[in-house]
């Protein structure tokens, strides 16, 4: 494992804890005051998405299905930290859906923010760093592997070793 890897596990704790502890959105309680973890949102969506469906509040439940998928998605990129290559693609992927879907969805609507809290952006940068990671790690297997020229001439010129005496 080199030093990319490690820090691209780390990375990916880091995106797990600030998922289920860290405060994430106020979408559910409208207000910057009651903030909620990125697996409560899921809990709240998960348990009432049927109910969206039956009063007939299609666009909340679309959202509630983004929200779903993306943390899943969140969920897979804290996972696989140790890969940090999957994981910065799953982790801004996943952001990305976060952040553009309320304006996708409610489109007719004019928002113009909304109340993100620190776990917001804590899996945002986490994002980002992975893709250092991603970068250090690649690096590293390349300085490692060796050239293709470097092993056919020490295969061609090397003489046999002598055999060592007792």
Do not use: C
């Not at 820090?7 to 910057?32: C, H, K, R, Y």
């Not at 049927?50 to 804290?78: D, H, K, P, R």
């Not at 952006?121 to 592997?145: D, F, G, P, Q």
């Amino acid at each position: 494992m080199d030093r990319g890897q490690i820090l691209g596990g780390v990375l990916g704790l880091v995106t797990l804890l600030a998922a289920f502890l860290l405060p994430f959105s106020s979408i559910l309680e409208g207000s910057a005051k009651n903030l909620d973890s990125l697996l409560v949102i899921f809990k709240i969506f998960v348990t009432g998405v049927s109910n969206l469906q039956t009063v007939g509040l299609t666009q909340l439940a679309e959202l509630a299905y983004v929200y779903m998928a993306a943390f899943v998605v969140i969920l897979l990129a804290g996972i696989l930290g140790a890969y940090p290559r999957w994981s910065a693609l799953l982790g801004i992927a996943g952001m990305a859906i976060l952040t553009f879907s309320p304006f996708a969805v409610f489109a007719s609507y004019n928002i113009s923010s909304t109340g993100f809290g620190v776990g917001f952006w804590a899996i945002w940068a986490t994002s980002v760093l992975t893709v250092y990671a991603a970068y250090w790690s690649r690096k590293e297997r390349m300085r490692a592997k060796p050239v293709q020229g470097e092993t056919a001439n020490l295969k061609g010129t090397g003489s046999p070793v002598p055999p060592v005496a007792a």
